[in-house]
DNA sequence: GTCTATAAATGGATAGAC
DNA sequence: GTCTATCCATTTATAGAC
């Protein structure tokens, strides 16, 4: 793997576990396994690395959750598919996380992948709901933009219950509620 | 005032604006315009001044959900008033972005008060959805304790949504979808 | 109780050898 | 390209004067 590689891949995990401001180039450096210079050569500073870093994971979470999204199935079963697909609940979400940064947020450069990717899965998954509207599986009344914002929230939400909470419990409390609510609008024919 | 007390809220208001990490005593001392010595008279540092602080605004946002949840009306209309609750929607939650902080949630002391907190929360929203059902103002198939934790994720889910689009839209737009789907579990003759 | 002075460690970055 | 050495500000805390 390139030097290049390995800092990406490092601050990606430790943005991950320690946010933006809790995160060091020297810590990056450690973890990376390279020296000083390496990361000055390759990268303007911190937040050019963390810039390259966030568009990484950014790029993978929108695929992972377009497999869900994009399977086979009913609009609920597609839904309910990105909703229970297997998380590390304690670990959070790498992007969502990014949000609480001051230093993110503040930043349009490094605040525009989070925007990307939260508006794109948004907008997905009012597709899906949308569909299934269409194809006569979903209650007509339903807003699906709205319920969609709901679906995304539920899940970042339930991340901060559960590390509230340091069990998993409040996440899949959460999940299921929304699940339920979602159920309820699905019609009779296609249930 | 007296110094105790600029020092806690000080510390209240910089920990919401920028994290525990992100914090410093230095930064705390300048906002209350005390010197170095008196926040080591009152406190035994910075996480000890972290602890009130927490503490303080977890009691804070406990009256105020409490009071939108025991006001009057039906089950939903006090759900509704919790969700519809004014604020500021991009400055986030502030025990919520406390479990973003890695310092916070794995210390025991520091994440007892958000632990205590969303606990409260889930609970005093699942009494109230069950008061709701025993009045035969919702379906009997709700389950109380999971909706309630679907509740509680939508608010601090939302915050995540909004900061990411530096938007209140995404917000707004999870709390209807919410506020719709539980809207058709209330019971017609309630209605 | 409150202040200033000081200290040891870390943060983020630059310089320059190889 | 990669490394070590160096730099200055900040972080967190202690010491001790008033």
Same mark, same amino acid.
């Given at each position: 793997m390139s030097t290049q590689e390995r800092l990406v891949r490092s601050t990606q995990e430790l943005l991950w576990e320690r946010g933006y401001v809790g995160t060091s180039p020297?810590? !990056? /450096? +450690? *973890?990376? @396994?390279?020296g000083q210079g390496s990361m000055y050569h390759h990268f303007a500073g911190k937040s050019d690395l963390a810039l390259a870093a966030i568009r990484r994971t950014a790029e993978t979470m929108k695929e992972s959750a377009d497999a869900c999204l994009s399977g086979p199935g009913t609009a609920y079963e597609r839904v309910a598919a990105y909703l229970l697909r297997e998380r590390r609940v304690l670990r959070g979400c790498p992007i969502g996380r990014m949000t609480q940064d001051r230093d993110v947020v503040q930043s349009p450069e490094l605040r525009? $992948? /989070?925007d990307e990717m939260f508006g794109? =899965? &948004? @907008? *997905? !998954?009012? +597709?899906? =709901?949308? +569909? @299934?509207? &269409? *194809? @006569?599986? /979903?209650?007509?009344? /339903?807003?699906p933009?709205?319920?969609a914002a709901t679906v995304a929230a539920v899940v970042q939400g339930g991340y901060v219950l559960a590390r509230? #909470?340091?069990?998993? #419990? $409040?996440?899949d409390a959460a999940v299921r509620g929304a699940l339920a609510l979602l159920a309820s609008q699905v019609t009779p024919a296609a249930g």
């Open positions: 020297k810590a !990056i /450096l +450690e *973890r990376a @396994g390279v525009q $992948p /989070l794109w =899965l &948004r @907008g *997905r !998954i009012a +597709e899906v =709901l949308a +569909e @299934g509207q &269409r *194809r @006569g599986e /979903l209650a007509a009344a /339903l807003d933009a709205a319920t509230a #909470a340091d069990d998993t #419990a $409040p996440f």
